[in-house]
């Protein structure tokens, strides 16, 4: 049991290796192996799920191996490779294994470079896998890479028109945010010499570790900590995105294929706020206790700022990723409460907005892909010709907009009444959005779903069996997390009650 | 034997630790008498295979003297301790990687006297050894110009080729008179002391340094400094750079691009390093005490570097011709390798040379895997690429894999190596330059990423035909990327294998001068 | 001001502007003159640095050999005026400020230094001798490594100048 984790993170690239080795015609034998493959860590997941010990807010599964040492005079500083999971990154494992499976379906449609879509797609889990089992900044780091490159080249081989430019533009941005983490990782390495999560926390906020004693060789100062938490924010301010840092991914939904957005706003945007909590809140909780109401802010401008853009667009794709803006706004609204509820709100709604974000993504490609339009304005009455796919587009857009009884309404309770405890204020504007949100949602699904038919679309085929393995999983498990929020809580608190010691206090 | 030898003083010497000189010079020699009296029609790739007998002869002799104590021979007029060894061992890989590269690809309408390229090759190859192996300024200076002079005619070989020439000349030109700022500089130097000994100079340039010729130590500082970042291609002197590299041969561009460069850093740092050791500035206010090269010398190197890093890494944006971005490329990776030095820290040489591999490797599958494209596509242009994974996909894999290696992508050495110099210059917290290097490594994966979406997304409008590639090529191309990998995932072997066999105060050392038995 | 410091300005200043007659020059012969006032006036400062024997070898090789076989290589091809183009004003001038700076720069180091004031005297020593001794005992290294420069630049010459006859 102690490698189950390396296992569960390598085991995609088995998959590769067996895609390299099947000859191009074999078209069905490369869907099936790349699907299966997609299987087994969620299998895994799920076990780990199950073997989760809720009462422990320890790193769980640790494994650790000696990596590399860089000799420093007589000393040396180690870097180690260390797998393990807590209440915080187990929810995201299952998400990521959940919504790479869901996605490797989209393949069903693929025929062009099938077997690069799928060696991709799974190196691509193998990074988003990695990246949140690492225990370390540096395999964060390379994992962190390992969900870029793959990604580009996602981007750029399938999709539309523009798909290179926003490739590129992905990576531009996505270099800018690596770019910086690798300079904040580095100063704290030469700093505290470790770069265990555990280890940086412990030398941060433990008031005997000799960096925090002022007026000592290793003191490291308020400002110095401040320029660390501020060069973070930044990094994962792109990921997330924040507004102004936004605008790759637009281009990004826009332009590429299902799968790709299926990940990125599933997965990929997550590990921000991940991060935010992993390192901003855990190394550095005073400032992020100080900066409080500016990320409050930061969060309420997201909310807002999405909300009234994603009701001025016409364009499916567009209205779903300034949605998405809007909502990641929600996470920040979560983290800025700085307390149990909050932090708790912030981490439902990544793992409920992935799902939702995933699901609505996919289903807007299959509309796509039969009417070969997401406007709005030349779409209606799919409703009449698709009874079964648009039911779900409705349901799950009530997910999203937070209707009781499904994830949505869990998370975003949460976070604003975090928020409510700590900045009343903001979360009282913040909670505008809740309305915005019905308003431009309700406005383009129903627009797309009722109203006047057009002819060319009255005989369209409903959603095909395949297609409903994505609806009903997402679905279920939107609902289930709705009914039973304690499937997803239980496992956290103790958690977090560890890694942000003064939550509460 | 003694001093009373018939050879007089120059009998005491063992000779045999020259030995991978010698076998150079034994080889070109050999070549040229060889080429004289093979017929004419004769395939003159016999000649280049013996010519890569003789690199590996002598790379088994470098590495055989890995982690021995320094030597010397006439007062260190040769010297060879672990930095000669580290850095010979990198120019004879890469010297290496550029015959089997020739091997594969040169041909004969474009490249007439392909007798003498595999032979100048090797002369080349014998003044950078010695512009690593050597204490003495004067050797160092035969050494450089040897390696120039050779790699002028290399440059200007393909004679009915008109950029081919005018590269030539201008890198003639440059050339030359950078050799004199260099020149000139280093005869202050020798005005200042009274010899040209580096360990000499550096107990007596201490002194004078305080005795009031503080400014005279600077501006030698400076024209050694300009004229030396000739070779390695840094701002100031980085304008040559495109046109002859785009002029040349590839397997000379190449050979430019990776060994030229590398021993243009052993020159530097052999230089700078022994000359300026002792050299104290003192505070006139406060009498606090600075090392000269440490403390003040590391801000103009590090604006060096950074101008070398955002030069050449926008100028290389621009670039539709492959040739042309690994020229600016190159002078932007030149940028990063400084980065070690202007940030001084004990960790310098091991940073430096793993840096150096990997940019090796990297560098060199690159231009291996462009010689065979433009071969195949007639021009040297990016858009020769397109298609490439369609077409050969391994070749577009392993440049995938090279090009992240430049970009400083994990897992790959680059990435590393990038990582490993960044350590030095935050630890000395020099935000600035760490600043600059990270913005523009972001930059740079614009233009890397080009050539990739040219291979990956492109379709190539000539057809899909296949690359055949000549076995040469494919055995250099497997071990370029094998290390190329190998040293991204497990750094640590690779480190510690430098760390344990080249001591860096092995280089500061008083040798011992090796007396025969 | 002594004799020696005449001289001295004379010479270089001879050296310096038949320097930048040999650059401005159209006509190659005129050029070659130009550089020959240089090498004469070069070997003139070693002289007067009491180095006999490297100033005679400069105007036995350069302003001897050199030029002559040069004035012999142009007697015997064919060649026309150089053509030049106009450089821009702005290159001009940029080229003159940095040549400017760089002059103010060695000019105000030489003058803040405190040089030592007496002349060193090497007129016991036999410059001769001791060049020799020193070039094939301590200094054998480099200069057997001159020869081999000197092989590959004759190589060189001939890849460069030769009329490929064997082209079909």
């Known amino acids: 049991m102690t490698s189950v984790l390396a296992v569960l993170t390598f085991v995609p690239l088995l998959g590769v290796l067996f895609l390299l080795l099947m000859p191009k015609s074999q078209q069905n034998m490369i869907r099936t192996i790349g699907i299966l493959t997609t299987i087994i860590p969620l299998g895994l997941a799920l076990m780990l799920y199950a073997g989760f010990d809720s009462a422990s807010g320890d790193m769980q599964f640790v494994q650790q191996l000696k990596w590399i040492t860089i000799p420093v005079g007589q000393m040396a500083m180690a870097i180690n490779f260390e797998f393990g999971i807590d209440g915080l990154s187990m929810p995201l494992v299952v998400l990521t294994s959940v919504v790479v499976a869901m996605a490797s379906l989209v393949g069903m449609k693929i025929k062009d470079r099938l077997k690069e879509f799928y060696a991709l797609l799974l190196v691509m889990e193998m990074g988003m896998l990695g990246v949140f089992t690492s225990l370390n900044l540096f395999q964060f780091f390379v994992f962190f890479e390992f969900t870029i490159i793959p990604m580009f080249f996602f981007m750029g081989i399938w999709g539309y028109v523009n798909r290179e430019k926003a490739a590129l533009k992905f990576l531009i941005y996505n270099g800018v945010g690596s770019a910086i983490l690798l300079i904040v990782f580095a100063v704290i390495f030469v700093n505290i010499w470790t770069l265990n999560f555990k280890e940086i926390t412990m030398a941060f906020t433990d008031p005997n570790s000799p960096f925090n004693i002022p007026n000592t060789m290793g003191y490291l100062s308020e400002n110095f900590r401040l320029g660390l938490f501020i060069a973070l924010l930044l990094a994962f301010a792109i990921k997330i995105p924040i507004a102004p840092f936004h605008t790759w991914m637009l281009a990004a939904y826009k332009e590429s294929n299902a799968a790709a957005i299926m990940i990125s706003s599933g997965v990929l945007i997550k590990i921000g706020g991940y991060g935010l909590i992993r390192m901003n809140a855990a190394f550095f909780p005073e400032w992020m206790d100080k900066l409080g109401t500016a990320i409050a802010i930061l969060g309420v401008i997201n909310i807002l700022y999405g909300a009234v853009l994603a009701l001025a667009q016409n364009e499916l794709k567009l209205m779903l990723a300034y949605s998405s803006v809007s909502h990641m706004g929600i996470v920040l609204l979560g983290l800025a409460a700085m307390n149990a509820e909050g932090f708790q709100g912030a981490i439902f709604q990544m793992v409920s907005h992935g799902l939702i974000a995933a699901l609505l993504f996919y289903i807007i490609e299959l509309i796509n892909e039969r009417t070969g339009t997401t406007d709005i304005r030349e779409l209606g009455g799919l409703a009449k010709s698709m009874p079964v796919l648009s039911g779900v587009l409705l349901t799950v857009t009530m997910a999203a907009i937070g209707l009781p009884g499904t994830s949505g309404f869990v998370s975003e309770f949460m976070s604003y009444l975090g928020l409510f405890n700590a900045h009343p204020i903001i979360a009282a504007v913040g909670a505008l959005g809740i309305i915005l949100t019905a308003v431009y949602l309700l406005r383009s699904i129903l627009g797309a779903t009722f109203g006047p038919i057009r002819e060319t679309h009255e005989s369209l085929i409903d959603a095909r069996s395949y297609e409903l393995v994505p609806m009903v999983v997402i679905l279920g498990l939107v609902i289930i997390i709705g009914v039973y929020p304690a499937l997803l809580s239980g496992p956290m608190q103790e958690t977090l009650i560890n890694i942000v010691p003064r939550i509460g206090g | 034997m003694n001093g009373d030898s018939k050879w007089g003083v120059l009998g005491q010497y063992d000779w045999s630790i020259m030995a991978p000189e010698l076998t150079i010079l034994v080889f070109a020699t050999l070549l040229s008498i060889i080429d004289l009296l093979l017929p004419k029609k004769t395939d003159r790739r016999i000649i280049g295979v013996l010519g890569l007998i003789g690199v590996i002869i002598s790379l088994i002799f470098t590495l055989s003297n890995t982690g021995t104590q320094p030597a010397s021979i006439l007062a260190d007029m040769y010297r060879l301790d672990s930095f000669a060894v580290a850095f010979k061992a990198i120019f004879l890989t890469g010297v290496a990687f550029a015959f089997l590269m020739s091997l594969g690809t040169l041909d004969k309408k474009d490249v007439h006297y392909q007798g003498e390229f595999y032979y100048l090759l090797l002369t080349a190859l014998l003044g950078a050894m010695f512009m690593a192996s050597s204490a003495d300024l004067i050797t160092l200076f035969i050494g450089l110009e040897l390696l120039s002079l050779s790699s002028f005619i290399l440059v200007g070989i393909r004679k009915k080729h008109i950029q081919s020439n005018e590269s030539a000349f201008k890198y003639v030109v440059i050339g030359s008179i950078s050799a004199a700022v260099t020149l000139y500089g280093m005869s202050f130097i020798y005005g200042l002391t009274g010899t040209t000994n580096l360990y000499l100079i550096a107990e007596r340039l201490g002194n ?96 060096v570097a950074a101008a070398s890093m955002i030069i050449g890494n926008t100028m290389a944006l621009r670039q539709v011709n492959m040739k042309r971005m690994m020229a600016y490329s190159g002078i932007a990776q030149a940028g990063y390798l400084l980065v070690p030095f202007a940030t001084f820290t004990v960790l310098l040489f091991e940073q430096t040379l793993f840096y150096l591999i990997a940019y090796l490797f990297a560098n060199m599958g690159i231009f291996a895997i462009m010689a065979l494209v433009s071969k195949d596509q007639g021009h040297d242009e990016i858009r020769g690429f397109a298609g490439l994974f369609q077409r050969a996909p391994l070749l577009a894999i392993s440049m995938t894999i090279f090009l992240l290696s430049l970009a400083g992508i994990p897992v790959t050495a680059g990435f590393f190596g990038k990582f490993y110099i960044f350590l030095s210059s935050v630890a000395r917290q020099n935000y600035w330059l760490a600043g600059i290097m990270m913005a523009t490594s972001v930059v740079s994966y614009v233009y890397y990423f080009g050539v990739m979406k040219q291979m990956f997304m492109r379709t190539n409008p000539n057809g899909v035909n296949k690359i055949k590639v000549p076995p040469c090529i494919g055995i250099a191309l497997v071990v370029a990327v094998v290390v190329t990998l190998f040293a991204g995932i497990f750094p640590s072997q690779v480190i510690d294998y430098l760390h344990n066999n080249f001591l860096f105060e092995n280089m500061m050392q008083v040798a011992e001068q090796v007396v025969m038995k | 001001m002594s004799g020696q410091y005449i001289a001295f300005f004379i010479l270089s200043l001879l050296t310096i502007s038949g320097a930048i007659f040999m650059i401005s020059f159209n006509r190659v012969i005129h050029m070659v003159v130009a550089l020959a006032f240089t090498f004469l006036s070069i070997a003139g400062l070693f002289i007067l640095l009491e180095a006999e024997f490297v100033g005679l070898t400069q105007i036995m090789v350069y302003s001897g050999g050199v030029s002559v076989l040069m004035l012999f290589g142009i007697m015997l091809t064919q060649h026309s005026k150089v053509e030049r183009s106009e450089q821009k004003p702005a290159l001009r001038i940029f080229t003159f400020a940095g040549i400017l700076a760089f002059f103010v720069a060695v000019f105000y180091g030489i003058q803040k230094t405190p040089w030592s004031q007496e002349a060193v005297d090497y007129s016991t020593q036999n410059n001769v001798k001791e060049i020799g001794v020193q070039l094939y005992n301590n200094y054998v290294i480099p200069f057997e490594l001159v020869s081999v420069l000197l092989l590959v630049a004759l190589i060189g010459g001939i890849i460069m100048a030769k009329k490929e006859a064997d082209d079909e």
């Open chain 2, 208 to 303: 004078v340094y305080q005795g009031g010729f503080s400014y005279i130590v600077y501006l030698a500082f400076f024209l050694m400094f300009v004229g030396l970042s000739f070779k390695i291609s840094a701002v100031p002197n980085q304008t040559w750079a495109p046109d002859v590299y785009q002029g040349a041969p590839t397997p000379v561009t190449a050979f430019l691009s990776v060994v030229s460069k590398a021993a243009g850093f052993a020159i530097i740092l052999r230089i700078f390093i022994i000359m300026l050791s002792n050299v104290i500035d003192i505070d006139p206010t406060t009498g606090e005490m600075k090392s000269l090269l440490v403390d003040n010398l590391g801000l103009y190197i590090g604006i």
